[in-house]
């Protein structure tokens, strides 16, 4: 048997499940999304890429009130459930979505946008492949155009840590997927490592079969290396946004990594 395909480690399957089932959060982000974008001058009929699209959780939104969004997702089960809901919205005429990975620029054909998003979908693993990535980024924006980047900071961790630890230690229940999430922090190496478990319901007994055990690690990155990655590769940070979470309401996040994110606001010089 062929090995399935594997995004962020998880079975395709899986991660195309986790997706879908946040997509009524794309309603919350679309107001922040909106509003810095209009506050540099990226308006409505504006062209926007969407990095890491998902099922379109943003990017068919942002269509419904006035732009022109390609979206790119590694997932194809991602990218067809973004173009169904684009159809099912009416906004495919003002959507175009692509498989692949935005770290290849030769997906974008040569193409300029007037503002690119990054949320919560970085894929790099160190500073150097960070700022590797934001300077091929700089070729797919017009010069004076925008980068949207909502990323984990270890300040904003910290934090939370701090006055909410029970968040270190989750689970979400959606349909008949039990999602368990356990993060343990290492102070003297900056990493998070996450240990997350899926159990599917059966219908006629309501047991719990495991589906997958995965186990990850994360580095936290500060807001200055963020920056700093950024000036490196040509970008000049406008503006860092840490929006404020209900704690005691994480359903209306993706999940309580929202609550330790920033969003940057780069301009490409």
């Not at 498989?99 to 690119?116: H, L, T």
């Not at 701090?162 to 343990?184: E, I, K, M, Y």
């Not at 990850?216 to 840490?242: D, S």
Request: proline share 1%; glycine share 8%; charged share 25%.
């Amino acid at each position: 048997m062929p090995d399935r395909k594997k995004i962020y480690g998880y079975d395709e399957e899986l991660w195309f499940e986790v997706l879908r089932q946040q997509q009524n959060t794309g309603e919350r982000d679309l107001g922040t999304i909106v509003s810095a974008l209009e506050s540099y001058g990226i308006g409505v009929g504006k062209e926007i890429v969407d990095l890491g699209c998902g099922t379109g959780r943003i990017s068919n939104r942002l269509a419904k009130v006035g732009y022109f969004v390609t979206g790119i997702d590694l997932s194809l089960k991602c990218v067809e459930e973004a173009s169904r809901m684009a159809q099912e919205l009416g906004v495919s005429d003002k959507t175009r979505y692509l498989v692949g990975d935005y770290r290849n620029v030769e997906i974008f054909s040569g193409k300029k946008y007037d503002a690119a998003l990054c949320i919560l979908a970085p894929a790099w693993n160190s500073t150097e492949e960070m700022s590797s990535a934001l300077t091929k980024l700089s070729g797919i924006v017009r010069r004076g155009g925008i980068l949207l980047l909502r990323e984990s900071v270890k300040e904003r961790f910290l934090v939370s840590m701090a006055v909410a630890p029970s968040t270190q230690n989750w689970f979400r229940f959606s349909g008949d997927l039990l999602s368990l999430h356990r993060w343990d922090y290492d102070q003297s190496k900056s990493k998070v490592r996450a240990v997350k478990e899926f159990y599917r319901k059966d219908e006629k007994d309501a047991s719990l079969r495991l589906l997958t055990k995965i186990e990850q690690e994360y580095t936290l990155r500060t807001i200055a290396e963020y920056i700093n990655a950024f000036q490196g590769a040509g970008w000049e940070v406008c503006n860092v946004l840490a929006d404020s979470v209900d704690l005691l309401n994480l359903a209306k996040y993706n999940d309580p990594w929202w609550a330790f994110s920033a969003l940057f606001v780069a301009r490409f010089r």
